[in-house]
């Protein structure tokens, strides 16, 4: 059972960039370790995620591995599909629906829009899907020679899941699906010319 996982697929209430990682966090991230928080909310049906990843490779290499509507279910545990329903010819925004299908849960439809200002912040919102609530961003910032990857999102689901089961796929899938941003970036970084 893991629905909370599936925000960091609808590739996020508060901006990252006041995401207050603290020392736990920070330590992580120095020791190259992706950093990851639910809280969910007493219902059990909505709360907020925290996360964060250091990688190693220009911020135009991260920015496109985070917009690739394609990439998206070979990087995210649970994510089916992934398709781009409308887009501005400008590149600035555009509106996807994503379909997540855990085990023994019903399949999650979401439609969003995403709104970008390259190559630094990427937030959505819900317009249309099974979720009650989706929203948030995406934050990439130099550090140093690293990007700095933050994402915090609210959502709330169609369907209550205990908090501790949230918490426990939450340690696995959404370093999960960070380490493979991080991997795919630095991939596309030494391809480059």
Known sequence: MRIFPILLALAVSSPA??????????????????????????????????AAID????????????????????????LKSCRILERDPQGRWDIREQVSRMTFLPSVRSVFREDFEPPNKMTFHRIDGDLDVLEGEWRLTQHGERV???????????????GWIARLALRHDVPMALLAMRREAIARATKAP
């Open 17 to 50: 960039a006041a995401l207050d990682l603290g020392p736990k966090a920070q330590a992580l991230l120095d020791r190259g370790r992706p950093y990851a928080e639910v809280t969910p909310d007493s219902d059990g049906t909505s709360g907020v995620i925290r």
């Open 55 to 78: 990688i190693a490779a220009p911020i135009g290499a991260v920015w496109s591995v985070m917009t690739d509507c394609d990439l998206a279910p070979k990087m995210v545990a649970n």
């Open 148 to 162: 700095r990857v933050t994402y915090e999102a609210r959502v709330a689901a169609p369907f209550a899941v205990p």
